[in-house]
T-cell receptor
Framework: AQKITQTQPGMFVQEKEAVTLDCTYD???????LFWYKQPSSGEMIFLIY??????QNATEGRYSLNFQKARKSANLVISASQLGDSAMYFC??????????????FGQGTRLTINP | ETGVTQTPRHLVMGMTNKKSLKCEQH?????MYWYKQSAKKPLELMFV???????ENNSVPSRFSPECPNSSHLFLHLHTLQPEDSALYLC?????????????FGPGTRLTVT
């Protein structure tokens, strides 16, 4: 079974610093996808970034980048130049193989990131 | 409207009430999902609908009854709930098999069962 582990329940970072949120995964499937979502206090899960298992380069989206280390089965999210609005819960997720069509995601426990002014 | 919408945003109901949560997606997706998010727990997948067909029911109690009349709308009918059912209920949608498989979420319904 696929599994996502986020070992940091909470992180506190000074504004403008970079922050790395850890994510490790376990799967026996050679083809998989990894996602990061942000959940502000409002509740909505916001899709941030995606990394495919066969992608040659680490994914980047603006201030977000994914440090993908396939051999170590880790997919850490890096946020550069953190802002107060980055304070939120962050979830790492993995796509499960599609059965009967719909692709499912399995989520980690999440990391609560707090940016201090 | 764009994206995924959910109504109501907040709901307080007694254990003997019957209510429904509504989800609508405007993204042209063909798979929809219900999740439950309780405090200090990862997201729990409840139901998956693929082209209006239910393809997954993760051992959800029968007091939760989903309905998907078309690929844009998803309902969760609630009856005789328990206090432990209080949680944030999130709806999501995605493309069925093509693409990366990312899911787009609505803002959720915060449910309190009294």
């Amino acid at each position: 079974a696929q599994k996502i582990t986020q070992t940091q329940p909470g992180m506190f970072v000074q504004e403008k610093e970079a922050v790395t949120l850890d994510c490790t995964y376990d799967t026996s499937d050679p083809s998989y996808g990894l996602f990061w979502y942000k959940q502000p206090s409002s509740g909505e899960m916001i899709f941030l970034i995606y990394q495919g298992s066969y992608d040659q380069q680490n994914a980047t989206e603006g201030r977000y980048s994914l440090n993908f280390q396939k051999a170590r089965k880790s997919a850490n999210l890096v946020i550069s130049a953190s802002q107060l609005g980055d304070s939120a819960m962050y979830f790492c997720a993995m796509r499960e193989p599609a059965i009967q069509g719909a692709q499912k995601l399995v989520f980690g426990q999440g990391t609560r990131l707090t940016i201090n002014p | 409207e764009t994206g995924v919408t959910q109504t109501p945003r907040h709901l307080v109901m007694g254990m003997t009430n019957k209510k429904s949560l509504k989800c609508e997606q405007h993204l042209g997706h063909n798979a929809m999902y219900w999740y439950k998010q309780s405090a200090k727990k990862p997201l729990e997948l409840m139901f998956v609908y693929n082209f209006k067909e239910q393809t997954e029911n993760n051992s959800v109690p029968s007091r939760f009854s989903p309905e998907c009349p078309n690929s844009s709308h998803l309902f969760l009918h609630l009856h005789t709930l328990q206090p432990e059912d209080s949680a944030l209920y999130l709806c999501a949608s995605s493309q069925r098999t093509s693409g990366r498989g990312e899911q787009y979420f609505g803002p959720g319904t915060r449910l309190t069962v009294t």
